[in-house]
């Protein structure tokens, strides 16, 4: 277009048809840009509405997840630092000792059981045994026949 419009009275009108028909395709232009402008300004604000859609549903999915994580491992960090407590309050050296006292009693109380059944004369039991069967036997015959 020239830089400046001509007045009417200038135009002749073949002039004035052509202009009129360039502004009409022009408008026809601005038009189908404008119905494309604002096509893409629904699709935009229907990404926009699905993005926030997204959004919300992963924090509210999310965030309660990311939350018991979080008191679930803090609760495992307070174990951890009783259970370094105490073992640092730990005396180690003195439950060896007791553990080294403990066995070596055991071995003592073992030792005098092992002591008193070797001292039990199995020969002279044995005599005692047969005589106390050759002592009941007739006893057992003789309540026998009562049966």
């Given at each position: 277009m020239p830089d400046?419009?001509?007045?009417?009275?200038?135009?002749?009108e073949e002039d004035f048809k052509a202009m009129m028909e360039r502004i009409e395709a022009s408008n026809v232009g601005q038009e189908k840009y404008a119905k494309k402008q604002y096509r893409m300004s629904q699709i935009t604000a229907l990404c926009s509405i699905l993005v926030l859609i997204i959004v919300i549903?992963?924090?509210?999915?999310?965030?309660?997840?990311?939350?018991?994580t979080f008191q679930n491992l803090n609760l495992?960090?307070?174990?951890?630092?009783?259970?370094?407590?105490?073992?640092?309050?730990?005396?180690?050296?003195?439950?060896?000792?007791?553990?080294?006292h403990l066995v070596s009693s055991s071995e003592d109380s073992v030792q005098n059981a092992l002591n008193q059944l070797n001292s039990i004369d199995?020969?002279?039991?044995?005599?005692?045994?047969?005589?106390?069967?050759?002592?009941?036997?007739?006893?057992?015959?003789?309540?026998?026949?009562?049966?």
């Amino acid at each position: 277009m020239p830089d400046k419009i001509p007045d009417r009275s200038t135009l002749n009108e073949e002039d004035f048809k052509a202009m009129m028909e360039r502004i009409e395709a022009s408008n026809v232009g601005q038009e189908k840009y404008a119905k494309k402008q604002y096509r893409m300004s629904q699709i935009t604000a229907l990404c926009s509405i699905l993005v926030l859609i997204i959004v919300i549903y992963a924090a509210v999915t999310l965030i309660p997840k990311a939350n018991t994580t979080f008191q679930n491992l803090n609760l495992i960090m307070e174990d951890l630092d009783t259970i370094t407590s105490d073992l640092a309050e730990a005396d180690l050296g003195g439950m060896i000792s007791d553990i080294d006292h403990l066995v070596s009693s055991s071995e003592d109380s073992v030792q005098n059981a092992l002591n008193q059944l070797n001292s039990i004369d199995i020969d002279t039991l044995n005599q005692a045994i047969n005589h106390l069967n050759d002592t009941v036997t007739p006893f057992a015959n003789f309540f026998n026949k009562f049966r």
